[in-house]
């Protein structure tokens, strides 16, 4: 016997296992899985974004950091180019401004003298410029210093943990609970002659517990991690682990807060050479000292003398802060795009 047929224009019966509208969701899970190996042989021959590439992108579409990266740029070549640039000696006295010296005037510009002289008779605008050099020294030094010995003491707690992370987290507990201003001027004042290595040494010391502190969370935070687990079932050893997995993957932060601390440091460099208890050497250009010297006791003078030298170490200071955030929003995971 043949089976029954439909009558012409009817539809057949539908089989049990077909669904309503079955064909075209066939079709749409045909199109998305097209579409899926479109991405992926689009995508298959550029590879992943590493995180340094990725944060530089973000970096140049960043307003601020651009603006405190033009900053931080001009201050280092005035600084690295600063015998090219000054149109006089920083420490030679002129006689056509000192013979218009008197305790009630000091010259202000003149032909050849754009700034006008200082309390002595001395180019101001030279000064300016060869104290960038004296600023930018003190600054990176001190920094370093304070990034070396930090990144020393936060990976040693990091690592171990223990009674030797109790002992160096306590120090700088210790060192935490003063104001930074407080403790360099303290420093300064326990040795026996103020000098410029003493303010280098003080401003490090004092940036050494914020390092320290930084590196040894973001090294517990990599103790947990998977990939440092995996090298420990494998049996790698413990220094390998820190000086290879732990210590790098760690460091990006810190870099990021030195970039910051330079800010700090020349501040503070600045706030030390202003109390007087900076370099002794009166000749050398610095925009701390000179701010302390001529621009407090003539001020109603000439505040120039004051304004000058503060507008630069303000200037100086923003560009580091505004770079320094700038790359602390870049390499933030949670504003990853």
Known sequence: MTEPTTQAGTPAPRRKDERPGGGNLNRLGDRKKARLEEL?????????????????????????????????????????????????????????????????????????????????GRDLLSRLIYGSRQTLFVGVLATLIGLAIGVLFGAIAGAFGGWVDNILMRVTDVMLALPALLLAITLVALASRSSQWTVIMAVAIVNVPIFARLLRGSMLAQRESDHVLAARALGVKQRSIV????????????????????????????????????????????????????????????????????????????????LGEAMREAIDPKNRR
């Open 40 to 120: 992926a042989r689009a995508s298959s021959g550029k590879g992943g974004v590493s995180l340094f590439r990725d944060a530089l992108r973000r970096l140049r579409r960043n307003p601020a950091a651009i603006v405190g990266a033009t900053i931080i740029g001009l201050f280092v070549l005035v600084a690295i180019f600063a015998p090219l640039i000054a149109p006089h000696d920083p420490v030679q006295r002129f006689d056509e401004l000192t013979s218009k010296l008197a305790a009630d005037n000091i010259p202000g510009p003149t032909d050849g003298f754009p700034l006008g002289s200082d309390e002595l």
């Open 243 to 322: 000086l290879r997995h732990m210590l790098p993957n760690a460091m990006t932060a810190v870099i990021v807060q030195a970039t910051l601390t330079l800010s700090v440091a020349i501040i503070e460099a600045a706030s030390l050479s202003f109390l007087g208890l900076g370099d002794p050497d009166r000749d050398r250009a610095e925009w701390g000292a000179m701010l302390g010297d001529a621009g407090v006791r003539y001020f109603e003078v000439r505040p120039e003398l004051a304004y000058y030298p503060a507008l630069a170490i303000i200037v100086v200071a923003l560009g580091f802060t505004l």
